[in-house]
């Protein structure tokens, strides 16, 4: 298969999210929707369905960008991409419990195996551990960041797992700037919803993902073919 090409430095951050906006605002409830239920059944899976999941919404989302018709049954179509969608999740979700085990696991040890522990040891090896948890976090949100686009590259350009990642890899550090933009006004949303009595998050999803899909398209354009 020849390399997939992608455009540079296309990425305009509040663009795409202006964009994003005026093309899912008429679906937002049906989008919303097959986020909540897409994410709910990767958890009950363990995770296992994840990636199929995810894969499904960014079909749906990907006929919401270039403008087609979808259907709310059309989030099981992820399951036609279950093994790719599934290695990408693996590096998603992996991280995040090793991130969750260097927070909690230094601790417990160091209480169960000496009960005598005096509150300053204690407060120092916690001192450790956070340092470790933020350069571990750096590391993690650097890692999803490269790897943004490999679900969308698997679900429309029939990529392998490992060949969507190298292909997110290489877009996203091509656009790092615009990329940055994404991340920064998702972050302002994200925390503007949770302010909101912690509700406003769940309705900002669907715009994020919007926005970011948009700028997967910039970066990516549709087959002329499709």
Known sequence: MSEIQFNKGVIRPVECYKEAWELIKNRFWLLLALV???????????????????????YCYL??????DFK????????????????VAIFFV??????????????LIAITTNPNITQEELLTIIG?????????????????????????????KNLSAF????????????????????????????LA?????????????PLMIGANMLAYRKVFPASPNV
């Open 36 to 58: 909540i239920v897409g994410g709910f059944i990767g958890a009950a899976s363990m995770y296992i369905l994840l990636g199929a999941m995810v894969c499904g919404i960014f």
């Open 63 to 68: 006929r919401v960008i270039d403008r087609k």
């Open 72 to 87: 709310f049954e059309d989030l099981f179509k992820g399951f036609g991409f279950w093994l790719p969608g599934l290695i």
């Open 94 to 107: 992996v991280p995040m419990f090793v991130l969750y085990a260097l927070i909690y696991i230094p601790p």
């Open 128 to 156: 450790a551990s956070f340092v470790v948890d933020a350069i571990f976090m750096v590391f993690m949100v650097c890692l999803h960041t490269l790897l943004m686009f490999s679900f969308p590259l698997i679900v429309d």
């Open 163 to 190: 060949a969507a990642m190298k292909t997110s890899a290489k877009a996203v550090w091509a656009n790092l700037s615009g990329v940055a933009g994404l991340w920064g006004l998702g972050f302002l949303l994200s």
């Open 193 to 205: 919803g949770i302010l909101v009595f912690c509700i406003g998050i769940y309705l900002a999803v």
